[in-house]
């Protein structure tokens, strides 16, 4: 005979699965996919925001202002100023997030905006499109004061920092 105990030989027949199937897993699957559904209405709600578009876009100028050098330069603050007042526009109007991107498209239209007197018209279109008449009419005079500058000029005033 062996040194083997009989209770241990027949222990495949005594031990019991611990964790048993209750039933299909279709019900985590949906729980699963129910909660994705979720997390996106919501991301959705949060990006649709004029204040998040705004930020997005003040944060990737900054970024490229930066590259350039040119942080503490006029045309930076006159942008800022267009973006809080294209925010105030849209928080007073119910705009979306999506209306926000149609209203300040002009910036982003590399065809047309080849000078720095371009980009200050693109700021003066859409100044008149939320109904900002004094912005547009400073923006107006800031555009004919870069027009008669010389590029020597605007070079000079660049290194300088101004």
């Known amino acids: ?17 611990v964790a048993e199937s209750s039933g299909s897993i279709w019900g985590y699957v949906a729980g699963g996919v129910a909660l994705l ?12 925001k004029p204040a998040f ?8 100028n900054l970024k490229e202002i930066k590259k350039l050098g040119m942080e ?12 809080d007042s294209v925010l105030t526009y849209a928080n007073e109007n ?21 000078t720095a007197r371009d980009m ?18 400073e923006f107006k005079n800031k555009a004919k004061q870069v027009k008669a500058s010389s590029p020597l000029m605007a070079g000079l005033l660049k290194r300088a920092g101004i």
């Open 72 to 83: 503490n330069s006029d045309f930076v603050v006159d942008l800022d100023r267009l973006l």
């Open 120 to 137: 200050y018209q693109s700021m003066i279109y859409i100044a008149n499109e939320i109904h900002d008449a004094s912005l547009a009419r």
């Open 94 to 114: 119910g705009k979306t997030g999506g209306d926000v991107v149609k209203i300040i498209s002009p910036l982003n239209d590399a065809a047309r905006i080849k």
């Open 53 to 60: 578009i705004i930020n997005q876009v003040r944060k990737r």
């Open 37 to 48: 559904i979720l997390a996106g209405y919501f991301g959705y709600k949060k990006l649709n």
């Open 1 to 17: 005979m062996s040194d083997v105990p009989v209770s241990v030989t027949n222990v495949a027949d005594v031990v019991q699965p």
